[in-house]
């Protein structure tokens, strides 16, 4: 039996609510029950409107926050506490890309630079050659000495995967990774993950609130709503045939994309699909 990448068994968060003067504050279920495995080198998709938790998911999952109660495991053996030794290693298995990459670069250190400190961090030999390669590797070589401000945003994002990838994860968390970006962006970003996927490897847990985005990229699909999960299944199959209401309705609010931009969209995903299986 193979063992998962990341396994959530059970997992609730809750967090205090916001009460008022005459009414007692109820907790809030942002996770609430959560049963899903990652495998070692797929992309599960979590797609779900805002609030629905799936950033909450995506920190429990990698590690960043504990659940409330159940079990969280990364290749079998659960989350050391958050901040020891041990916690450290693992977590340098499990990387995060956010929405917005230029919070998540120093805006005072060159790209090259903001790539080496992580694996200097970890012990990790990072000479000019291998950070050379690791920026040729997501399609912007020769920008090391930029500066952030110095580059688009999708250049920025390119700039935090190579970040999260010189690591050599078996994992991202992608939380929102392309929604700040503009769709042309947003496809290159995609398929750039596609293909680091089959060259590395590497286990994605994509998280959006974009169904298309969601589906271009997903082997598998798990839909969210109010912390729970209410559909999951092998993209293709939750699209074709969704068993949730919740699921018909997203997949129903599709189209209000123009007719052009759905059909550019399908069409690229039909394409990087076939090249990824
Ligand atoms: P999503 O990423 O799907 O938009 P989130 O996981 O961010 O959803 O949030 C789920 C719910 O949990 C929301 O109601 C949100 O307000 C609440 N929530 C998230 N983080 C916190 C927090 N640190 N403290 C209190 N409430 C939170
Ligand atoms: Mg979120």
Redesign the pocket.
Known sequence: MTVAAIELRDVSRH???KGSWFLKAEP?R??DGVDIALNEGETLGIV???????????RIAAGIEAPSSGHVSFRGAPYAPIGSALWRRQRRNVQVVFQNPSQALDPRLSIAAQIRQPMTAHGIEAGDDTVAEMLARVGLAGLGNRFPHQLSGGQLQRAVIARALALSPDVIVC??AVSALDVSVQAQILNLLQDLQAEFGVAYLF?S?DLGVVRHVSHRIAV?RH?RIVETGPAAVVFAQPQDHYTRSLIAALPAASPAARRARDGRQSASLSKVR
């Open positions: 967090y205090r609510g809030v942002a996770v779900g409107e805002s609030g629905s938790g799936k950033s909450t998911l995506g939380d929102e998280i609130h969210m912390g």
